[in-house]
């Protein structure tokens, strides 16, 4: 049994991270949010310790450590400006890390972590959940048996209507969350860049803080992309339906299916982590790049 501990435990994800440790027969032993609304933890781990000032929890984890308990495992939910200095207090506390997507906003921290990583000898994983996808799986196999030389025509057009609410806290701040195309889109770049290969080309040609649209070209797919938290982007008949999200991605005009299944890939990324087969820190490079260049970066 892994003791766990989680950063940002009062937030809407940090539940799945709890069930998580759970499903996978760990214990979560300490938790911290500078929020104090965590009820949620007696659902899952009533006994753990909480902190809402970070100097408080960084001496419960060093306290652990030297009385022979230590954690084995700090899970990072907080946003996403803070994964780089989560991970690295994580890392310089002696222990292993699983952080939330974006890993980082730059691909530069990546290099500064891998350093530490080489220091530590500890290990950072990140949730990846698309590529543990069963449709994802399939599809990846299917590109990989076909033809090398194919570049296949793609459109994915991600609609995920949020309240006024967003623009207020920190996903709508653009240093915070950098954005809805890092913030949305990291999963299906991630995703796509993984099954198509390497970036040929990576255009914007519209963004805003509501909706982002461009042009990818990898090496086996012409990706035209658009994401949008709007809700008048919303189809009307969608609309119609009651529903607030629309999601489509094709594949040369044939339509993937990924929605079932989205929500339930925590624990599945905890087992594989936990089993050494998890998604290291390199591996979010391309995908960061990517979202890092809609930004503007170079
Ligand atoms: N894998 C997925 O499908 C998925 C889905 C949603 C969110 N996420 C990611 O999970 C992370 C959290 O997102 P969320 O939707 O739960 O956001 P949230 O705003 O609901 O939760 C963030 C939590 O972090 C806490 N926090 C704020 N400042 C902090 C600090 N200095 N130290 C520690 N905690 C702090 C907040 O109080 C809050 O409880 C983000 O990185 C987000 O991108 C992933």
């Known amino acids: ?27 979560l032993v ?21 902190f809402t000032e970070f100097e408080r929890f960084d001496r419960h984890v060093d306290k652990l450590r030297r009385q022979g308990n230590p954690i084995d495992f700090i899970s990072i939910c907080s946003p996403n400006y803070l994964h780089d200095a989560h991970i690295r207090f994580a890392l310089k506390s002696g222990c292993d890390v699983i952080c939330e997507k974006p890993l980082v906003l730059n691909p530069w921290n990546l290099d500064a972590i891998a350093e530490i990583e080489q220091e530590t000898g500890k290990r950072v994983y990140s949730i990846l959940q698309l590529r543990l996808h069963p449709s994802i799986i399939a599809l990846k196999e299917k590109i990989k048996n ?35 195309a890092t913030n949305i889109g990291v ?46 982007e919303i189809p009307e008949q969608v609309r119609l339906q009651g529903k607030r999200t629309y999601r489509t991605l094709t594949i040369e005009g044939e339509e993937i299916e990924f929605s079932d299944g989205f929500t339930e890939l925590h624990t ?16 979010n490079k391309t995908a960061i790049e990517i979202v890092s260049k809609i930004r503007g970066n170079r």
């Open 1 to 27: 049994m892994k003791n766990f501990a989680l950063i940002g435990a009062a937030g809407y994800i940090a539940p799945r991270h709890m069930k998580a440790i759970k499903d996978t027969g760990n214990d």
């Open 30 to 50: 300490a938790a911290f949010d500078p929020y104090d609304g965590v009820g949620i933890m007696d659902s899952h781990f009533p006994n753990a310790d909480f």
């Open 146 to 180: 076909g033809p090398k030389d194919k570049v296949y025509d793609i459109n994915l057009n991600y609609i995920t209507s949020r309240g006024k609410w967003y623009h207020r806290s920190w996903k709508g701040v653009l240093e915070k969350s950098g954005g809805i």
């Open 187 to 232: 999963h299906f770049f991630d995703m796509l860049s993984w099954i198509f290969g390497e970036v040929q080309e990576n255009l914007v040609t519209s963004i805003n803080s509501e909706t982002a649209k461009g042009n990818l070209k990898l090496k086996q797919a012409n990706v035209n992309w658009s994401l949008s938290i709007d809700y008048n």
């Open 268 to 283: 599945k990324s905890y087992e594989e982590i936990l089993k050494g087969n998890g998604f290291g820190v390199m591996e």
